[in-house]
């Protein structure tokens, strides 16, 4: 499934592979004038037409619905794709996901990446790539500061979920996630779901969440409880996200998260 808006001069694409008549998993391809932002998830050339023109594909992490497109707009169009350092191992070679996940996602092909640089002119917009780890090591945001918007992979997203996935560090999303606030931007595009408008009072308040539970993590942890105790006094148990992405993503996850960086709590 494909669906197509504009907002603002940007292209918004909206990919998802329906599981059993259900959308179970939706992300976001954006174009500001000859650049892509993400891969998204591959559904199909329909893209093609839309994608027209763009010279580079700029993507924010290595993780399967963001890498669907890569391959083939380098193919389409010659373009360059441009990632972390740390994300061009995956890009260049995939690894296959858990079998749930393959089928809502999909298994990109390689492609040819290269390192992002610092910025990125595509035309109407000058993109700068902003180091944003937190949610994996290797992510990038990418910031237009003339229109006073930023693109922000899996760093910034609605709601407060309690699964993660194995490489969530805890302090360096909230790091980062302060970082951005400090640059006044008007709307940020996440990779899932809709915009966020004057998005500094919401990214206060979800620094300000992960701060207090990662404060309850640590004193539980000081009085001695493991990491399944804690999970399950703070979140409770696993439920269906765990158990379709065969434990990918979990609660466990969350708590080890805040566990490796207990000195910031």
């Known amino acids: 499934m494909l669906s197509h808006k504009s907002l603002d001069g940007i292209d918004i694409c909206t990919c998802a592979r329906p599981l059993a008549g259900k959308i179970l998993l939706a992300s976001k391809v954006y174009r500001v004038g000859t650049a892509m932002i993400d891969?998204?998830?591959?559904?199909?050339?329909?893209?093609?037409?839309?994608?027209?023109g763009v010279e580079s594909v700029l993507v924010t992490h290595p993780h399967p619905d963001h890498a669907g497109y890569c391959r083939p707009v380098q193919e389409w169009n010659g373009a360059a794709v441009y990632a972390h350092q740390g994300a061009l191992g995956y890009l260049s070679c995939p690894v296959p996901p858990p079998l749930f996940s393959r089928r809502v996602a999909g298994v990109p092909r390689p492609c040819v990446p290269s390192t992002c640089p610092e910025t990125v002119d595509a035309g109407v917009a000058v993109l700068r790539a902003l180091e944003t780890p937190g949610h994996v090591?290797?992510?990038?945001?990418?910031?237009?500061?003339?229109?006073?918007?930023?693109?922000?992979?899996?760093?910034v997203l609605h709601g407060s979920s309690p699964w993660a996935g194995p490489e969530v560090h805890m302090a360096d999303a909230?790091?980062?996630?302060?970082?951005?606030?400090?640059?006044?931007?008007?709307?940020?595009?996440p990779g899932h779901g809709r915009p966020f408008d004057n998005p500094g009072k919401g990214l206060e308040e979800k620094v300000a969440h992960m701060r207090a539970l990662g404060a309850s993590v640590r004193a539980l942890h000081e009085r001695g409880l493991s990491e399944r105790d804690i999970q399950v006094r703070l979140l409770g148990h696993e439920g269906?996200?765990?158990?379709?992405?065969?434990?990918?993503f979990s609660k466990r996850n969350l708590i080890r998260g805040?566990?490796?960086?207990?000195?910031?709590?």
């Open 39 to 52: 891969g998204g998830i591959y559904v199909g050339d329909g893209l093609r037409r839309i994608m027209g």
């Open 137 to 155: 090591p290797p992510h990038l945001s990418f910031i237009d500061e003339d229109n006073s918007r930023g693109f922000t992979g899996d760093l």
């Open 174 to 189: 909230v790091d980062s996630l302060e970082r951005l606030a400090s640059l006044g931007l008007s709307r940020l595009y």
């Open 240 to 248: 269906p996200v765990f158990y379709g992405s065969q434990g990918f």
């Open 258 to 265: 805040y566990l490796r960086c207990i000195g910031s709590w």
